[in-house]
T-cell receptor, first 112, second 116 residues
Framework: KQEVTQIPAALSVPEGENLVLNCSFTDSAIYNLQWFRQDPGKGLTSLLLIQSSQREQTSGRLNASLDKSSGRSTLYIAASQPGDSATYLCAVDTGTASKLTFGTGTRLQVTL | DTGVSQDPRHKITKRGQNVTFRCDPISEHNRLYWYRQTLGQGPEFLTYFQNEAQLEKSRLLSDRFSAERPKGSFSTLEIQRTEQGDSAMYLC??????????????FGPGTRLLVL
């Protein structure tokens, strides 16, 4: 059974800092890994999708890497802003109906 | 493209009552998913439709839960005889079914259920 773990569970940083969020998964047989953002009480917004054959994806200040063999992914956020405050979730698609298995998330707070 | 919509956004009900939620996916998407999210946890898969066919159900989906997608467009999730443990956010997602690991799921805003 696929299990996804995210570390740390919560993180508080001052504005402008670069930061790294970690995600690990137990079964390396994945189709892709996705990072989502969730604001309090809201749905999920897709940030980045990395296919199993890819090593990284970039979008603006966000960069996600994937090391499938070791079961790890990182989300790098450059020059953090208060508007980045949210919960960040990673999820893996194991190809079985493309259902996603999620981690429990990292709650990020960026302070002024 | 107006995104995935869900109705209602919030529902408060008494234990033992039945509730029904609706999800309208992005119009050209043939895949539709339901997930459940409890406080402090990530979403958990409940069930999945390819057009109107329900292809997979999680063991989390007890016989009190039923989902339909009658015409391959909108979907409904019904919970009968609600229990306090059903209190959660119910999320709907849709996707276009691209092959090769390129598929992104687009999520709706969710329906928050509170069972008293």
């Amino acid at each position: 059974k696929q299990e996804v773990t995210q570390i740390p569970a919560a993180l508080s940083v001052p504005e402008g800092e670069n930061l790294v969020l970690n995600c690990s998964f137990t079964d390396s047989a994945i189709y892709n890994l996705q990072w989502f953002r969730q604001d309090p009480g809201k749905g999920l917004t897709s940030l980045l999708l990395i296919q199993s054959s890819q090593r990284e994806q970039t979008s603006g200040r966000l960069n996600a890497s994937l090391d499938k063999s070791s079961g790890r992914s990182t989300l790098y956020i450059a020059a953090s802003q208060p508007g980045d405050s949210a919960t960040y979730l990673c999820a893996v698609d194991t190809g079985t109906a493309s259902k996603l298995t999620f981690g429990t998330g990292t709650r990020l707070q960026v302070t002024l | 493209d107006t995104g995935v919509s869900q109705d209602p956004r919030h529902k408060i009900t008494k234990r033992g009552q039945n509730v029904t939620f609706r999800c309208d996916p992005i119009s050209e998407h043939n895949r539709l998913y339901w997930y459940r999210q409890t406080l402090g946890q990530g979403p958990e898969f409940l069930t999945y439709f390819q057009n109107e066919a329900q292809l997979e159900k999680s063991r989390l989906l007890s016989d009190r839960f039923s989902a339909e997608r009658p015409k391959g467009s909108f979907s409904t999730l019904e919970i009968q005889r609600t229990e306090q443990g059903d209190s959660a956010m119910y999320l709907c997602a849709s996707s276009s079914g691209l092959a090769g690991g390129k598929e992104t799921q687009y999520f709706g805003p969710g329906t928050r259920l509170l069972v008293l």
